[in-house]
């Protein structure tokens, strides 16, 4: 059965992006950021909704067995419900569909029918007013901040402004709810998102093209702790 991350709801934390990761030895990557995560971040990629591949279903079920955490996939797909039952059964904890494939709402409670956490994702160019019927229905909100499909991609400035407005609506309403950033987080642009009002941050290259993972991993929640806690 799914879980929650053991983080509370809002607090600050680290997602690694298995995406950067040795493929060839992906149950050591994982245990090489063990200590410094509170969930992992699986990219998923069917090759339409963006133009790359990745990984499916039984590469879940192969790293659940050497992983407890919280398994965090982000579904760039472009018909996710076709696919959420096989994640469920592999072992995700947690499902992120983008809102710019459709059906949001069927998908929302197909996910919560499979006792999946929910995550709605939106590209850089999608507007607030797209996210903002959902809030209170999804357990996490993803502003991409790169078009998704790579790793290694420079963060998009200009999402910031509807991070904060996403933010805003949040904390307005009293959600629980997660606001994730993903793409081109690093040192630099971490402590910015943070400032806007995310608190899950999504790094790919940052932490595993790093001589160590693990340094990797707590600096930077270090430099984005030190944002959060003035917020
Ligand atoms: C991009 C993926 C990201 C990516 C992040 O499409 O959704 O999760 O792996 O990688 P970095 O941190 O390198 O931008
Ligand atoms: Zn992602």
């Not at 050591?28 to 969930?39: E, F, K, L, N």
């Not at 947690?94 to 919560?112: F, K, N, P, W």
Request: hydrophobic share 50%.
């Amino acid at each position: 059965m799914a879980r929650h991350p053991d983080a509370p709801v809002g607090t600050l934390q680290i997602a690694p992006s298995i995406l950067s990761a040795d493929f060839s030895d992906l149950a050591a990557a994982i245990h090489s950021v063990d200590a410094a995560t509170d969930r992992l971040h699986i990219d998923v990629m069917d090759g339409h909704f963006v133009p790359n591949l990745t990984l499916g279903p039984s590469v879940v079920a192969a790293i659940r067995r050497c992983s407890a955490k919280f398994f965090d996939c982000h579904l760039m797909l472009t018909d996710p419900g076709e696919y959420l039952g096989a994640f469920a059964d592999a072992g995700a904890d947690g499902c992120t569909v983008h809102v710019e494939v459709g059906g949001t709402a069927s998908l929302i409670d197909q996910a919560r029918a499979l006792g999946l956490s929910v995550g709605l994702a939106c590209n850089p160019d999608t507007p607030f007013e797209a996210m903002a019927p959902w809030l209170e229905h999804v357990d996490l909100v993803l502003c991409m901040t790169v078009f998704p499909g790579f790793a290694g991609q420079s963060f998009i400035e200009s999402v910031l402004d509807k991070i904060a407005r996403i933010r805003a609506e949040i904390d307005h309403q009293g959600l629980a709810v997660d606001l994730e950033v993903d793409g081109g987080i690093d040192h630099e642009t971490a402590p910015r998102a943070v400032a806007a009002g995310a608190n899950v941050l999504v790094a790919g290259s940052a932490i595993f093209s790093a001589p160590s993972p693990l340094d990797a991993a707590r600096d930077l929640h270090a430099v984005a702790a030190a944002v959060a806690s003035a917020r």
